[in-house]
Every structure is written in C-alpha cells, then in structure tokens.
C-alpha cells in the first residue's frame, strides 16, 4: 500500500517556466512532509521541508504549498533552470519518527 | 567534513556468493537507514536502525541482513544474492528527533 502517491512521473519544462510536482498522502499521522532532491549519481538531498501548521513555505525559488484538508502538498520550482534538472521526491514522516516514507519520484528536465 | 560514506560504489557479482555493503557516518547520528531505488519504483526502505544493536525491518526487508555493532557503521549483508536483488542501493543517516536524512552516494549492485 502506498502512503505516499507522488505525479508526474516525469517533467520536461522550458527554462524560466514553472515546474509543479504533485503529492497526496493517506496516513494523517504525518507531521512533516520534506521534498529531496537528487541529481544523476548522487544520493538524495534535502531541499525544502513543511509542517501542517503552515500552508506554504517559500525558500528562493522553490515553494510548497500544503493542503491539510485535501492532504495534498506540491512543489513549484519558479523560473525553471536547466540546473534544477533532476529527480526529486516527495516524502512523509510521523513526529518522532526518523523514518520517512517516500513517493516514487519525478525526473524533472529544464530544456534550455 | 560530515558525510556518509558507502562501499563499494559498484560492484557485479554472481548469484549465491554472500557480499557485504558498508556504511559508515561521521555526524554522531542514531539513526541509520538503509534504502533502495529501482525505476518506477521509487525509494523503498530495507532495514533501519534506532541506535545500536537495534535494527528493524522496512518496507522490502526480504533477502537483506543487517547489523548495528557500532554507532557509525551499518553494513548491508546479503547472504545469497539473486538478480532481483540489482539495484541501487543508498545508506541514510539522521540524529534521533531529527527528520533530515543525510544519503550516502549509492552503490550500485548487479547481480548475474
């Protein structure tokens, strides 16, 4: 059962466009809903993270925006640039819980 | 400089002969993970442990062995590969109450 549905499977945006990726959960548990990014070769990293008590959480370009009562969340990546190309995944974690429980990714390309 | 490290970063192998992959952290953290991440499919968790000497399964522990005799160290064992063990596997680490994970860079297993 998957807990975490994450879409598009895969992405292609023009530069300077806005690139939005798409997460609904199931488990109302979750408390903390962090978006990785992942580039070819690397392991996942950190990008922007949000807790249910706000409704969107801006770092530069990148934004998220949480809907508690839908238990939707989605990323905008603003002004797309050929270096956000990547993989990036959404993920959800109980309070106290170190464990996180990953959507299935988007493989996002930023043609120039 | 913090890091998780992970070897070997590649490696080809037969089916049935044991390997051992290692995984080992600077940052003091708890918590320990290991994942995997086939296309399509996502990022799907094998083992994670707490803290030392506790280890439990994760959503695809099947095939896998671990063990957690020192805080920074967390090797994957698995005793008797099979090809649908090829994958890419990642080494996560967090500190306890803390919900980054800091990933490894991946090894990537084929097994023949």
């Known amino acids: 059962q998957q807990q975490v549905k994450q879409s598009p499977q895969s992405l292609i945006v023009q530069k300077g466009g806005i690139s939005i990726i798409n997460c609904a959960y199931e488990?109302?548990?979750?408390?903390?809903f962090p978006w990785y990014q992942q580039f070819p070769g690397k392991g996942p990293a950190l990008l922007i993270a949000?807790?249910?008590?706000?409704s969107e959480k801006k770092e530069g370009r990148f934004t998220i925006s949480f809907n508690k009562s839908a238990k939707q969340f989605s990323l905008h990546i603003m002004d797309s640039q050929p270096g956000d190309s990547a993989t990036y995944f959404c993920a959800a974690s109980i309070e106290g819980y170190s464990t996180l429980t990953f959507g299935k990714g988007t493989m996002l390309l930023v043609s120039p | 400089e913090a890091q998780v490290t992970q070897n070997p970063r590649y490696l080809i192998t037969v089916t049935g002969k044991k390997l051992t992959v290692t995984c080992s952290q600077n940052m003091n953290h708890e918590y320990m993970s290991w994942y995997r991440q086939d296309p399509g499919l996502g990022l799907r968790q094998i083992y994670y442990s707490m803290n030392v000497e506790v280890t439990d399964k994760g959503d695809v522990p099947e095939g896998y062995k671990v063990s957690r005799k020192e805080k920074r160290n967390f090797p994957l064992i698995l005793e008797s590969p099979s090809p649908n063990q090829t994958s890419l596997y990642f080494c996560?680490?967090?500190?306890?109450?803390?919900?980054?994970?800091?990933f490894g860079p991946g090894t990537r297993l084929t097994v023949t």
């Open positions: 996560a680490s967090s500190s306890q109450g803390e919900y980054e994970q800091y």
């Open positions: 488990n109302t548990a979750f408390d903390y």
């Open positions: 949000i807790r249910p008590d706000v």
